[in-house]
Every structure is written in structure tokens, then in C-alpha cells.
């Protein structure tokens, strides 16, 4: 199992972290890249064209500011396509979000919020863990872990 995890450029890579860190906690492998879909568009093109071929089985684009990559990535490949918005510019990151979710019909990008690093990496394990029957297990033990940390804070403030 692999994911493609593709940044717009390496100035992302401190969000997408938390992508990553999600992947490395649930054992999924991932192929990080840095390529443009403007700055290198030929690249980007081949890598779309050949991730299925090469093993991946999801795309993870990540971009900011006229953040096109996801797009071009869910154009040219048939894999599921989760998009990260990345807060890059003077917009607060409302234009990379709104060039990542609002998609024509018949070519769907799954967008996480701006700056949803961690969601971007649960959401690729929720859609792997279709095929992949311990993958369903990790998520549903993580959940069990979250509802508690939450039940924790709730009892801390409650005797505060
Ligand atoms: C996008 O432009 C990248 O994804 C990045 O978020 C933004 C700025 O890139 P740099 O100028 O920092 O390389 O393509």
C-alpha cells in the first residue's frame, strides 16, 4: 500500500508534516514529491499519468495560493484525490482553498480545510481501509482514543 503525497512546492512541507506524521502513525508508505503544476508541469503530468503503474493507490495533493495541483493530479489520473489546502498568501489561504474544492463535475477532489494536514492524512486511511482490513482496525482504535482523551478533558474541567 502507497500513497502519493505531492507539495506544491517545499515551502509546504511544514503543514503537510502533519500529513505525513498521520501516515508514519497508521504504517502507510508514501511517496513525497515536490512538483508544480505550474512550475513543472510536464512532471506533474507524468507522475499522474504513471502513479497507478507505479503502485500508488491515492494521491495526496497539497498546494497554496492558485493551488491547481489537485486538480490537474485528479484530471490525469483515475486515483482518489484528497486536496490540502495550504495557507501561503496574503488571502488566508480562502484562495487555495477555493481553488482546490470547487471542481467541474465528473473530476472530484476531496478537500480537507486550509491548513487540515491531519485530516488530509485520516482520510486517506479511511479510504484505504476499504481494501485494507487492518488499516479499519487502526481507525477504529483511534477513535476509541480520541473519544477518551476528550472524556479525560471533560472530567478535568469538571472538577476545575
Ligand atoms: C504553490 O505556491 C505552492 O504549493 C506553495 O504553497 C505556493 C508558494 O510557493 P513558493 O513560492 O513558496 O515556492 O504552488
Not at 499519468?49 to 497539497?62: H, P, Q, T, V
Not at 488530509?120 to 479511511?126: I, M, N, P, R
Amino acid at each position: 500500500m502507497k500513497v502519493g503525497v505531492i507539495m506544491g512546492s517545499d515551502s509546504d512541507l511544514s503543514v503537510v508534516n502533519g500529513t505525513l506524521n498521520v501516515l508514519k502513525d497508521f504504517g502507510v508508505a508514501y511517496d513525497l514529491r515536490v512538483i508544480s503544476a505550474h512550475r513543472t508541469p510536464d512532471i506533474a503530468f507524468d507522475y499522474a499519468k504513471n502513479a497507478e503503474a507505479n503502485g500508488i493507490e491515492l494521491l495526496i495533493g497539497c498546494a497554496g495560493k492558485a493551488a491547481h495541483l489537485p486538480g490537474v493530479l485528479a484530471g490525469i489520473s483515475p486515483l482518489p484525490v484528497i486536496g490540502l489546502p495550504i495557507k501561503s498568501s496574503t488571502m488566508d489561504g480562502l484562495d487555495s482553498l477555493l481553488s482546490i474544492v470547487q471542481m467541474p463535475s465528473g473530476v472530484p477532489v476531496a478537500t480537507v480545510a486550509i491548513n487540515g494536514a491531519e485530516n488530509a492524512g485520516l482520510l486517506a486511511v479511511q479510504i484505504l481501509s476499504v481494501k485494507y482490513a487492518d488499516l479499519r482496525q487502526k481507525f477504529k482504535d483511534y477513535k476509541v482514543s480520541m473519544a477518551q482523551s476528550v472524556i479525560a478533558k471533560d472530567a478535568k474541567v469538571q472538577g476545575a
